[in-house]
């Protein structure tokens, strides 16, 4: 059971897997952040106001933290594993109050190829996402895979 773990090409194939569909699902809601914020608002769980500014900001955390786990960034595998489980909490309250509604997680579906989704798939989307987040942590412990610190991918030792 250790070898799998140990694989370096599993760990690579994961995380790259898992950064690329947060980069993906960034830049599908920052090519419509007005759909985005619609969606948001939906669930009332912020202001109108406050829907604006997270249409934007959760898309460049998406992007950023993708393109972290991508380069495997100290920290980035952290940040995507605090958003999964914050958009879980979103869905698991959308379910509590009986939301049929899109997630809006991989874009507006009225300007993306993609079908809406209710909240109990893009919660078992997430989960299994998160799956795979766990999968790396595991890696990272077995086989002492390390990611780097953002200083040595600008080329500053430490």
Same mark, same amino acid.
């Given at each position: 059971m250790k070898a799998p773990?140990?694989?370096?090409?599993?760990?690579? !194939?994961?995380?790259?897997i898992l950064g690329l569909l947060f980069v @993906? =699902? /960034?830049t599908l809601k920052l090519m419509h952040p007005e759909g985005f914020? #619609?969606? %948001?608002? %939906? @669930? /009332?769980? #912020?202001?109108?106001?406050? !829907?604006? &500014?997270l249409s934007y900001a959760i898309p460049c955390v998406e992007i950023l933290s993708g393109l972290g786990l991508v380069l495997d960034a100290r /920290? =980035?595998?952290?940040? %995507?594993v605090a958003q999964l489980l914050g958009f879980m909490v979103v869905l698991l309250y959308a379910l509590y109050l009986g939301l049929d509604a899109d997630c809006g997680c991989f874009g507006n579906p009225q300007n993306t190829d993609n079908a809406p989704t209710g909240p109990l798939h893009a919660f078992l989307r997430d989960a299994v996402m998160l799956a795979g987040c766990a999968l790396? @942590? #595991?890696?990272?412990?077995?086989?002492g895979f390390r990611p780097w610190a953002l200083?040595?991918? &600008? /080329?500053?030792k430490k």
């Open positions: 773990l140990a694989s370096k090409a599993l760990y690579t !194939a994961v995380r790259v @993906y =699902a /960034g914020a #619609v969606t %948001i608002n %939906i @669930y /009332g769980l #912020v202001s109108w106001k406050m !829907a604006g &500014f /920290g =980035a595998l952290a940040v %995507i790396l @942590y #595991v890696q990272r412990r077995v086989a200083g040595r991918l &600008f /080329g500053k």
